[in-house]
């Protein structure tokens, strides 16, 4: 019982650090931070790295899907395609799964990249992890990277948002993975 106690008084005290880390950096840099999420154009491919990207860049970065989840690759025109990749050139970092390749998606991101060459295309690796959990932050710690190593001026919010995101996924309910990770 006082275990359990000791966990959620950790878990209160890391929130309210990661709280007062937040505030101090958006109460002494918020124009530098709004500035920047205008001008930085993050490409995914699919709507799982949207979310994640979205979480570990939130304040920093702009995410944008390559083609919506919806949208139905087969029936579309090369217009179509082509449109979405002129809306979309000024993008710094373009995200791909190494183990999904469609030739479809393959093509537009190559035309993307040709597009804009000073961009960087970034691969995530297939996670070979026994959970899900446990992938998905692997996930986060890649995506945090990349983004760290294109914006190295911002990384101070990234490593914030990247703490909060980890400290989400690792609540209460999974204390012991969190233990298990930080020993």
Known sequence: MREVSMLKLKSVLTLACIAVALGMHWFLSPQKTMAQ???????????????????VGDK?????????????LDGVTYEFCNNR???????????FQENIDCPVERFWRNRLSVANPQAELHRLPQSRHRTELEG??????????????????????LDVNLQFELHRLRGPQNSRL????HE
């Open 85 to 95: 990749v002129q809306e979309l050139q000024g993008f710094r970092l373009l995200f």
């Open 136 to 157: 998905r932050i692997q996930r986060l710690k890649e995506i945090h990277a990349a983004l760290v190593s294109m914006l190295p001026e911002q990384r101070e919010q």
């Open 37 to 55: 999420a205008t001008n930085t154009l993050v490409i995914v491919t699919n709507a799982f790295d949207h979310e994640l990207v979205g979480r």
């Open 178 to 181: 969190q233990l298990a990770l």
């Open 60 to 72: 920093v970065v702009q995410v944008e899907v390559l083609f919506a989840p919806e949208a139905d």
